[in-house]
């Protein structure tokens, strides 16, 4: 159990730090770059982040709920469930909502529809934040129950 915890604390704390890097580092960088590298990284980023996240978090979900089976007898399986709860909502909003705006960027050129890019992009980061949070605290009532 206790290499369980570990390996999911590692998993969705880089996970999660990965995403809040995005949205208080990387998106505030691209912003100030002009349009047209502004179009490229953000592309770049879509790809690169779009192709590994979706297993990062599917890995996530499991590994919550295989702690939530392990501690199914605990008294802290039903802050671990709301954990894991959140994770799948999180999971489905993303995929509803911001993949596809995610890959629309991705398709972008670096010349092409830049206002409506950007305005999608800033839309994006604005659900994403969401998002962030939301994991954030999924994170914290997984932290609370195994620590």
């Given at each position: 159990?206790?290499?369980?915890?570990?390996?999911?604390?590692?998993?969705?704390?880089?996970?999660?730090?990965?995403?809040?890097?995005?949205?208080?580092?990387?998106?505030?960088?691209?912003?100030?770059?002009?349009?047209?590298?502004?179009?490229?990284?953000?592309?770049?980023?879509?790809?690169?982040?779009?192709?590994?996240?979706?297993?990062?978090?599917g890995l996530g979900l499991v590994?919550?709920?295989?702690?939530?089976?392990?501690?199914?007898?605990?008294?802290?399986?039903?802050?671990?469930?709301?954990?894991?709860?959140?994770?799948?909502?999180?999971?489905?909003?993303?995929?509803?909502?911001?993949?596809?705006?995610?890959?629309?960027?991705?398709?972008?050129?670096?010349?092409?529809?830049?206002?409506?890019a950007q305005r999608d992009h800033?839309?994006?980061?604005?659900?994403?934040?969401?998002?962030?949070?939301?994991?954030?605290?999924?994170?914290?009532?997984?932290?609370?129950?195994?620590?």
């Amino acid at each position: 159990m206790l290499i369980l915890n570990i390996v999911t604390t590692v998993c969705i704390g880089l996970m999660i730090g990965t995403e809040l890097a995005v949205s208080a580092f990387i998106n505030p960088v691209l912003w100030k770059l002009d349009d047209r590298a502004q179009m490229l990284a953000i592309r770049m980023f879509a790809a690169r982040l779009g192709f590994v996240m979706p297993f990062w978090y599917g890995l996530g979900l499991v590994l919550l709920l295989a702690e939530t089976v392990t501690m199914r007898h605990e008294p802290g399986v039903v802050l671990l469930s709301i954990a894991s709860g959140l994770w799948v909502l999180v999971i489905v909003l993303s995929v509803l909502v911001l993949v596809p705006i995610n890959n629309q960027l991705a398709r972008f050129e670096p010349g092409s529809a830049t206002p409506m890019a950007q305005r999608d992009h800033r839309r994006w980061d604005k659900l994403h934040r969401l998002r962030v949070a939301a994991l954030g605290v999924s994170m914290a009532l997984f932290l609370i129950v195994v620590l």
